[in-house]
């Protein structure tokens, strides 16, 4: 499998065994800088989406051929959007999975506890989800993750094993800091419905394109995504499909 190491380890070949042949065979530098853009190419892909599995195993997608589906929520809890996305879901009998942001529980303490209440799961996205994230050394990437942990511990009463990184982005960093933490696993989604740029029809165009096992990821950060929840879950059902857990649908601990 093409990842990281492998990559690296191509890389190495490249200058040890390319290089000096290319040197005695005189060949263009311009082979060279294609090779090296190529390979910068690949890291800044393999950053960027959380599906390629290039730095650390994320968890993207369920393997079944049952139509089932899971519904995330991250960038929550937000006093104004999540109360009504808990009311839809509870209407239709719905367990979620959010991914929160530390900050955000410390500031809405009451509504982290409405939502594990209710029965859904509480995800770690990090204390601040800063911009700059995926540029931090691993020990700020830990401490992001520790207090967010911390955070949704004093709730449930135990660790999340669930993390969603910000944006879906991945480093060598952030993966060296996930593997730092036992039993914490990376999760990424299959369908994302960009709810916080398009509009309602597209946001519900990009989510009815659905397959067995499929983890879909919205935000309970706006109104749009409140506006088309309840059509969603009836064209999901419409379809033939079932909403679970999310730990259902990977096999995976929500808590340790
Ligand atoms: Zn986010």
Redo the contacts with the bound molecule.
Sequence with gaps: MLNYNSSRIILVLLVTIYLPIAWYLQVSYYYTLFLIVTFIGLVVWGASFITSNFFIKAHCKGKTNEKVISITF??GPNGTYTPLILEILKKHNIKATF?C?GKNISENIELATQIHNEGHVLGN?TYN?SYWFDLFPTGLVISEISKTSVAIKRIVGGWPNLFRP??GVTTPNIARAVRSVSDLKIIGWSVRSLDTKKTEVQILKRVAKISPGDVILF?DTNQRTVNILEQYLQLVSEKGYQVVPLQELLDVGAYD
Aim: glycine share 0%; no cysteine.
């Design positions: 991250d960038d991914f942001i996205h989800h910000p944006y935000h």
